[in-house]
């Protein structure tokens, strides 16, 4: 369905109802008034604010038990950016439940600490937030069998089943994982470490609105450790350090006209023409840092001009992404793109290009992060390493897309990315993930910190 009818009061509230039961009773749900893309920010509020379910783990469960629990109740949550703030709600009821566990909050980001008295700290660390629905919302448990099972998954998993629905890989299964832990890992005995676990919001958006950053600035000292893990999904494999990323508005000016006197003016279009020439000759560049190879790459992703179908536009811009190697500061990054004296910073308008690609241009920044080493010589990413390896026979390898391991890298704690879920079906449709792939994390991370 298209995102108009999903301000329906009656379709909606079936997929109000439809979004509490389907996870939990691992039935098709009634999709016909369920979110999609593109919702209006009321109803994304009422959506989030009525589905929002309690989280809960039955002490007499086991852990398979648990973990799908947990997952349904999350799954369940409509928490797309902006309106996560009803599932940081429960998040934080769950975490001030466990009597071991220190609380605080900031916004929609949710810290809970120990205090066992540990020597070293390590850092668990998720986003609640998801990307807008794409008819993947309410979730739903698909049964061996079903035919909304990817291929690849059904060859790899017989007879498993998979949990279906927006978040699924990205990343509420990590998620799943880690409130499992906090649960679980009560005592000094049962933990070889302190531990700190973090769930926040706005990972899914733009920088500045992002939850783990916002902390970072104003209470660094909740998120200080040893070492940290992201729980983006990996395939419970290990992906180091990550691409850094800035965005930003090539910008092409003209001088508009008729267009039955086109000599009058100057095409801003025509005039972008040199900087796409620039992009087409540019070749990905694989850079290798501290052993783990990453993959840059610069790429056009919007453009805008004109003002009507017979005038000449006087602008013209071009949406650029650059992701770059962790071998680049963000300065080197940016000087490569448009010259190390150009000025532009984000909030300060358009500056002209000195140097770099897309020199002579004008430049607007739209968002900027830095990237992050991988860190795999510190002593705690050594020994989860060798359990991942023995466990999967997974080698470390690089993460190419951005995540957050960059704000712990700026806060000098080494951290990696390891989590449930195929990172190629993230933000995808029919975004899916078998219920062994919590188990397998689950599995690494508890003999990790309790052996």
Known sequence: MNASNATNTNATGAATGAAANAAANGTAANTAGAATANAPAAEGARLAAT??????????????????????????????????????????????????LTVR???DTVVASTDFGKERRVI??????????????????????????RAEIAREHPGERVMWGRGATDMKGSDAVMLYLAAALDS??????????????????????????????????????????????????????????MRFDVVAHGVAAHSARAWMGRNAIHAMAEALNRLNAYEPADVEVDGLTYREGV???????????????????????????????????????????????????EHTATGGMFAGYGIEMKDESPSARPGMDAPLAVSLADLVRARTGREPL??????????????????????????????????????????????????????
């Open 51 to 100: 589905t929002a379910q309690a989280i809960a783990v039955d002490p007499t469960a086991t852990r398979e038990q648990a973990l799908a629990a947990l997952l349904e109740r999350l799954m369940a949550s409509y928490s797309v950016s902006d309106d996560e703030g009803p599932l940081a709600d429960e998040v934080e009821r769950f975490l001030r439940s466990r009597t071991h």
């Open 105 to 107: 909050r900031h916004g």
């Open 124 to 149: 668990l660390c998720g986003h609640l937030d998801v990307v807008p629905v794409i008819d993947n919302f309410p979730p739903r448990w698909l049964e061996p069998g079903d035919p909304l099972i």
């Open 188 to 245: 000094s005995e049962r933990a070889r470490v302190d531990l700190t676990y973090v769930f926040y919001d706005h990972e899914e958006v733009a920088a500045e609105k992002n939850g783990l950053r916002k902390v970072a600035q104003a209470h660094p000292e909740w998120i200080r450790g040893d070492f940290a893990i992201i729980g983006e999904p990996t395939n419970c494999g290990i992906e180091g350090g990550c691409n850094g990323t």
């Open 299 to 349: 790429n056009a992703t919007l453009v805008s001009a004109g003002k009507g179908t017979n005038v000449i536009p006087d602008e013209c811009r071009l949406h650029v992404n650059y992701r770059f190697a962790p071998d680049k500061t963000l300065p080197e990054a940016k000087a490569l793109m448009m010259g190390a004296d150009c000025g532009a910073e984000l909030g300060n308008g």
């Open 398 to 451: 690089a993460k190419l897309g951005w995540t957050d391991v960059a704000r712990f890298a700026q806060l000098g704690v080494p951290a990696v990315n390891l989590g449930a879920g195929d990172p190629l079906l993230a933000h995808k449709h029919d975004e899916q993930m078998p219920e062994s792939d919590l188990l397998l994390m689950a599995d690494i991370l508890e003999e990790w910190l309790t052996r």
